[in-house]
């Protein structure tokens, strides 16, 4: 996995990030909480957001609080990752499914494998 910090101006740009072939979001702001298809999906004014999460099946680009500041990671697969994904119901909120993909790495002393990290890889929208 590849994981590098981005400017945030590039992370809240909505057609940049559809360039990108980002296809779902999953916003959580202040007053609501939204999730689907990027392209019907506003990313909220950046005083409002608490922490974001855009993706496909190849990357993520997570937004997060940083103390008063937002940051921008974007983590991408690449090809030697060891990982496994997973479906969790989001129906009681949203009527959908939402795909989740785990990284494992193994512990340098006795090899035990752990999850190193967990991002969101795809959707399964109502009515598909």
Known sequence: MKMVEIPLSDALDKRKLIGDNFEYALIYALNEVKFGRLKDIDICDKELLIEG????????????????????????????????????????????????????????????????????????????
């Open 53 to 128: 999460r855009i993706f496909n099946k190849q990357k993520e680009l997570h937004i997060f609080r940083c103390g008063e500041d937002l940051k921008a990671v974007l983590v991408e697969d690449e090809k030697e990752d060891d990982t496994f994904e997973e479906k969790q119901l989001l129906e009681e909120w949203f009527g959908k499914e939402i795909k989740i993909k785990h990284y494992i790495a193994y512990d340098k002393n006795d090899n035990q494998a752990y999850i190193d990290y967990t991002r969101l890889c795809g959707a399964v929208m109502g009515g598909e």
